[in-house]
């Protein structure tokens, strides 16, 4: 196993809905984020929702900056020794909510080019990484790809969760990067070249994912934001630090 720290940029969500769930009630004029895990800090403009599990349980705490923050116990747990929190290794559990109660809530993502986006659900989140929150990138992650089309495809899978048409439809793949051989829209391309299904089509993902990541890794070169036309490798550090100091992301370690 490897026992080297992984270090990910948090990125915040902010909930900008006017009526909050029944449980979130109390904290409703509270700033309350969804926090989520991720490697890629210079794809965040092209976000267009944000994964829960809706089956997973996440918390609500408060941190030593008086924000609220949703993710799983465990995340809070790690958080709570990075400085996140008032007392070292302590949290206060505020409330407790499953995906599927977080499933629907209006936010506003940092860089992202849609003025708000919803929180959806995946079924491939896993509750031991990251906070159980992923962003979704579905121009350059196959992942975000085939589970938005999951939603986009499955009426039944909308109705289940209370999702309505407009958190769903209206949201495309945002060309956001270029990536030689593979054009501005690298996860489509590949997951409609391997005519996977749907998110649980691991083999074929695990393939898209390889074809895709390393080539936008060391190949990317960003079409939108302040850093158009610069390679990914260049500015993806500047970019996570931009946020950062906006107060729209941080460092999180496990
Ligand atoms: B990445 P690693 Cl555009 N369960 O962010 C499943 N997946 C999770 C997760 C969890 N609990 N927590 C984080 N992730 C995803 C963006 C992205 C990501 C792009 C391309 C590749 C990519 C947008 N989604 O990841 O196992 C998050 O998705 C490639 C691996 O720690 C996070 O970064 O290496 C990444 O997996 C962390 O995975």
Known sequence: ENVAPQEYTLIKMKVIQDVLPEKLHKFQDKPIYLVAATLRPETMYGQTNCWVHPDIKYVLFETINNEYFICTRRAARNMSYQNFTSKNGEYQVLAELSGEEIIGLKLKAPLCLNEFVYALPMMTIKEDKGTGVVTSVPSDSPDDYAALNDLKKKKALREKYHISDEMVLPFEPIPIMHIEGLGNLAAPKVCEELKIQ??????????????????????GVL?????????????????QEHMIKANEATIYQE
């Open 223 to 239: 079409i939108v934001g302040a850093y158009a036309d610069k390679k990914v490798q260049k500015v993806k550090k500047k970019i």
């Open 198 to 219: 749907s998110q649980n089509d691991t083999l074929k993902l695990q393939e898209a994912k390889e074809r895709v990541y390393l080539k936008g890794f060391y190949e």
